[in-house]
Protein backbone atom coordinates (compact mmCIF):
# COMPACT_ATOMS: atom_id res chain seq x y z
CA UNK A 1 0.00 0.00 0.00
CA UNK A 2 1.10 3.69 -1.02
CA UNK A 3 2.61 5.14 2.05
CA UNK A 4 -0.34 8.34 2.66
CA UNK A 5 0.58 11.81 2.77
CA UNK A 6 0.56 14.39 6.00
CA UNK A 7 -3.58 15.03 5.29
CA UNK A 8 -4.18 11.36 4.65
CA UNK A 9 -2.61 10.60 7.91
CA UNK A 10 -4.02 12.98 9.90
CA UNK A 11 -7.90 11.94 7.83
CA UNK A 12 -7.10 8.05 8.83
CA UNK A 13 -6.17 9.26 12.81
CA UNK A 14 -8.69 11.14 13.31
CA UNK A 15 -11.59 9.18 11.73
CA UNK A 16 -10.52 6.25 13.94
CA UNK A 17 -10.33 8.28 17.02
CA UNK A 18 -14.32 9.36 16.47
CA UNK A 19 -14.80 5.87 16.35
CA UNK A 20 -12.74 4.86 19.20
CA UNK A 21 -14.25 8.28 21.22
CA UNK A 22 -17.73 7.26 20.48
CA UNK A 23 -17.74 3.57 21.40
CA UNK A 24 -15.80 4.44 25.01
CA UNK A 25 -18.74 7.48 25.34
CA UNK A 26 -21.50 4.15 25.13
CA UNK A 27 -19.59 1.95 27.42
CA UNK A 28 -19.05 4.66 30.17
CA UNK A 29 -22.69 5.35 29.96
CA UNK A 30 -23.69 2.25 30.31
CA UNK A 31 -20.97 0.90 32.79
CA UNK A 32 -18.30 3.41 34.36
CA UNK A 33 -20.75 6.80 34.99
CA UNK A 34 -23.62 4.45 37.16
CA UNK A 35 -19.99 3.03 39.22
CA UNK A 36 -18.85 6.70 39.29
CA UNK A 37 -22.39 7.51 40.50
CA UNK A 38 -22.48 5.42 43.19
CA UNK A 39 -19.17 6.56 44.45
CA UNK A 40 -20.39 10.01 44.41
CA UNK A 41 -22.96 8.60 47.30
CA UNK A 42 -21.20 6.66 49.04
CA UNK A 43 -18.67 9.40 49.58
CA UNK A 44 -21.59 12.16 50.35
CA UNK A 45 -22.90 9.21 52.89
CA UNK A 46 -19.79 8.99 54.42
CA UNK A 47 -18.55 12.48 54.88
CA UNK A 48 -16.50 12.70 52.32
CA UNK A 49 -12.84 12.72 52.01
CA UNK A 50 -9.61 14.59 52.86
CA UNK A 51 -7.25 15.42 50.28
CA UNK A 52 -3.63 14.84 51.54
CA UNK A 53 -2.74 18.13 49.47
CA UNK A 54 -4.65 19.64 51.51
CA UNK A 55 -4.60 18.07 55.29
CA UNK A 56 -4.51 20.06 57.73
CA UNK A 57 -7.27 22.48 56.53
CA UNK A 58 -10.49 23.03 56.88
CA UNK A 59 -11.84 24.72 53.49
CA UNK A 60 -14.79 23.07 52.01
CA UNK A 61 -14.47 23.61 48.07
CA UNK A 62 -17.76 23.36 46.12
CA UNK A 63 -17.66 21.36 42.85
CA UNK A 64 -17.79 23.65 40.50
CA UNK A 65 -19.58 21.04 37.78
CA UNK A 66 -22.65 18.62 38.84
CA UNK A 67 -22.95 15.19 37.83
CA UNK A 68 -25.47 16.51 35.36
CA UNK A 69 -22.65 18.62 33.70
CA UNK A 70 -20.25 16.15 34.04
CA UNK A 71 -22.06 13.31 31.82
CA UNK A 72 -22.84 16.15 29.09
CA UNK A 73 -18.99 16.88 29.40
CA UNK A 74 -17.75 13.38 28.79
CA UNK A 75 -18.46 12.92 25.48
CA UNK A 76 -16.41 16.21 24.21
CA UNK A 77 -13.55 15.03 26.74
CA UNK A 78 -13.58 11.45 24.70
CA UNK A 79 -13.50 13.32 21.60
CA UNK A 80 -10.86 16.01 22.63
CA UNK A 81 -8.64 13.05 23.66
CA UNK A 82 -9.27 11.27 20.45
CA UNK A 83 -8.11 14.22 18.50
CA UNK A 84 -4.63 14.67 20.61
CA UNK A 85 -4.12 11.19 20.08
CA UNK A 86 -4.89 11.41 16.53
CA UNK A 87 -3.05 14.31 15.67
CA UNK A 88 0.31 12.91 18.01
CA UNK A 89 -0.22 9.66 15.64
CA UNK A 90 -0.03 11.77 12.17
CA UNK A 91 2.92 13.83 13.55
CA UNK A 92 4.77 10.39 14.05
CA UNK A 93 3.61 8.72 10.41
CA UNK A 94 4.41 12.68 8.94
CA UNK A 95 7.89 12.40 10.23
CA UNK A 96 9.08 9.58 9.52
CA UNK A 97 7.23 9.11 5.99
CA UNK A 98 9.97 11.56 4.14
CA UNK A 99 12.99 9.41 5.13
CA UNK A 100 14.06 6.24 3.27
CA UNK A 101 13.70 3.88 6.57
CA UNK A 102 9.95 4.26 6.91
CA UNK A 103 8.19 0.71 7.45
CA UNK A 104 6.92 -1.25 4.34
CA UNK A 105 3.63 -1.32 5.89
CA UNK A 106 1.32 1.56 7.00
CA UNK A 107 -0.98 -0.68 9.14
CA UNK A 108 1.79 -2.17 10.88
CA UNK A 109 3.57 1.15 11.45
CA UNK A 110 0.50 2.27 12.65
CA UNK A 111 -0.53 -0.77 15.04
CA UNK A 112 2.81 -0.81 16.14
CA UNK A 113 2.46 3.38 17.10
CA UNK A 114 -0.82 2.78 18.32
CA UNK A 115 0.46 -0.51 20.68
CA UNK A 116 3.39 1.42 21.88
CA UNK A 117 0.73 4.53 23.20
CA UNK A 118 -1.29 2.34 24.80
CA UNK A 119 1.49 0.41 26.90
CA UNK A 120 2.61 3.73 28.18
CA UNK A 121 -0.85 5.14 28.66
CA UNK A 122 -2.62 2.04 29.91
CA UNK A 123 -0.60 -0.92 30.76
CA UNK A 124 2.22 0.46 32.91
CA UNK A 125 -0.65 3.01 35.38
CA UNK A 126 -3.05 0.35 35.13
CA UNK A 127 -0.78 -2.20 36.71
CA UNK A 128 0.92 0.63 39.00
CA UNK A 129 -1.43 3.23 39.93
CA UNK A 130 -4.66 1.74 38.89
CA UNK A 131 -7.79 4.36 39.10
CA UNK A 132 -9.24 5.69 41.96
CA UNK A 133 -13.38 6.61 42.16
CA UNK A 134 -14.51 9.64 43.86
CA UNK A 135 -13.77 9.55 47.86
CA UNK A 136 -10.96 7.19 47.47
CA UNK A 137 -7.85 8.75 48.28
CA UNK A 138 -3.71 7.76 48.72
CA UNK A 139 -1.55 8.64 51.49
CA UNK A 140 0.70 10.79 48.40
CA UNK A 141 -1.29 14.19 47.05
CA UNK A 142 -2.53 14.45 43.55
CA UNK A 143 0.58 16.61 42.81
CA UNK A 144 3.12 13.61 43.49
CA UNK A 145 0.75 11.29 41.51
CA UNK A 146 0.74 13.60 38.36
CA UNK A 147 4.42 13.89 38.73
CA UNK A 148 4.72 9.80 39.40
CA UNK A 149 2.20 8.53 36.53
CA UNK A 150 4.36 11.19 33.37
CA UNK A 151 7.24 9.07 34.40
CA UNK A 152 5.09 6.10 33.97
CA UNK A 153 4.83 7.80 30.39
CA UNK A 154 7.82 8.90 29.47
CA UNK A 155 9.26 4.86 30.97
CA UNK A 156 6.56 3.42 29.18
CA UNK A 157 7.60 5.78 25.57
CA UNK A 158 11.44 4.70 25.89
CA UNK A 159 10.50 1.02 26.18
CA UNK A 160 7.73 0.79 23.57
CA UNK A 161 10.19 2.24 21.35
CA UNK A 162 13.29 0.69 22.33
CA UNK A 163 11.12 -2.45 21.18
CA UNK A 164 10.09 -1.02 18.00
CA UNK A 165 13.63 -0.17 17.15
CA UNK A 166 14.84 -3.93 18.18
CA UNK A 167 12.20 -5.55 16.32
CA UNK A 168 12.55 -3.25 12.97
CA UNK A 169 16.46 -4.60 12.87
CA UNK A 170 17.41 -6.82 10.07
CA UNK A 171 20.67 -7.79 11.82
CA UNK A 172 18.76 -10.40 14.03
CA UNK A 173 16.12 -13.39 13.93
CA UNK A 174 12.67 -12.63 13.63
CA UNK A 175 12.46 -15.09 16.64
CA UNK A 176 15.46 -13.42 18.30
CA UNK A 177 13.98 -9.41 17.42
CA UNK A 178 10.63 -10.50 19.35
CA UNK A 179 12.32 -12.41 22.12
CA UNK A 180 14.67 -9.65 22.57
CA UNK A 181 11.73 -7.01 22.04
CA UNK A 182 9.48 -8.96 24.64
CA UNK A 183 12.40 -9.04 27.02
CA UNK A 184 12.56 -5.09 27.08
CA UNK A 185 8.99 -4.57 27.43
CA UNK A 186 8.93 -7.39 30.20
CA UNK A 187 12.13 -5.26 31.75
CA UNK A 188 10.14 -1.97 31.60
CA UNK A 189 7.08 -3.45 33.27
CA UNK A 190 9.34 -4.66 36.12
CA UNK A 191 10.94 -0.99 36.65
CA UNK A 192 7.53 0.36 36.59
CA UNK A 193 6.38 -2.48 39.58
CA UNK A 194 9.59 -1.75 41.45
CA UNK A 195 10.93 0.85 40.78
CA UNK A 196 8.10 3.50 41.46
CA UNK A 197 6.87 3.95 45.18
CA UNK A 198 3.94 2.58 46.60
CA UNK A 199 0.64 4.53 46.81
CA UNK A 200 -1.44 2.75 49.40
CA UNK A 201 -4.97 4.06 50.22
CA UNK A 202 -5.27 6.43 52.95
CA UNK A 203 -7.92 4.35 54.53
CA UNK A 204 -9.66 1.37 53.46
CA UNK A 205 -12.26 1.98 50.74
CA UNK A 206 -16.25 1.32 52.03
CA UNK A 207 -16.62 -0.69 49.88
CA UNK A 208 -13.89 -2.79 48.04
CA UNK A 209 -16.17 -4.33 45.28
CA UNK A 210 -17.58 -1.00 44.15
CA UNK A 211 -13.11 -0.20 44.24
CA UNK A 212 -12.76 -3.25 42.22
CA UNK A 213 -15.37 -2.81 39.73
CA UNK A 214 -14.80 0.92 39.29
CA UNK A 215 -11.05 0.11 38.53
CA UNK A 216 -11.78 -2.33 36.13
CA UNK A 217 -14.47 -0.40 33.88
CA UNK A 218 -11.90 2.83 33.92
CA UNK A 219 -9.32 0.10 32.43
CA UNK A 220 -11.66 -1.60 30.13
CA UNK A 221 -12.78 1.37 28.97
CA UNK A 222 -9.42 2.33 27.75
CA UNK A 223 -8.23 -0.85 26.39
CA UNK A 224 -11.76 -0.52 24.63
CA UNK A 225 -10.63 2.79 23.52
CA UNK A 226 -6.89 1.41 21.88
CA UNK A 227 -8.75 -1.88 20.22
CA UNK A 228 -11.56 0.66 18.47
CA UNK A 229 -8.58 2.75 17.71
CA UNK A 230 -6.36 0.08 16.06
CA UNK A 231 -9.37 -1.79 14.51
CA UNK A 232 -10.76 1.50 12.74
CA UNK A 233 -6.70 2.32 11.80
CA UNK A 234 -6.73 -1.06 9.98
CA UNK A 235 -10.13 -0.69 7.94
CA UNK A 236 -9.06 2.39 6.85
CA UNK A 237 -5.74 1.44 5.65
CA UNK A 238 -7.64 -1.28 3.67
CA UNK A 239 -6.21 -1.70 0.44
CA UNK A 240 -8.31 -0.52 -2.43
CA UNK A 241 -8.65 -1.59 -5.90
CA UNK A 242 -6.85 1.00 -8.30
CA UNK A 243 -9.25 3.19 -10.64
CA UNK A 244 -9.36 1.49 -14.26
Given at each position: MTWPGAGG??????LAAIAAAVAVS????????????????????TGGHVDADAA??????????????????LVVAELVYGA???FLLAGAAAVLGPG???????????????????????VLPAVTYPPLPPGAETLRGI????????GLLL???????????????????????????????????????????????AAPYPDPALL?????????SQALFWTVLAAAAWWLLRPRPAVQ
Open positions: WLRITLAFDFAVSEGLVDRAVRLEAAGKALAVPEPFGRRAQHGGGVAKRRPRSPRRFLLTTIGAFAFASLSERQLLYLLGVAGAAAAAFIVGRPLLRRAERLALAAAVLGGTLAIALFGFPDDPLDRFRAAAIG
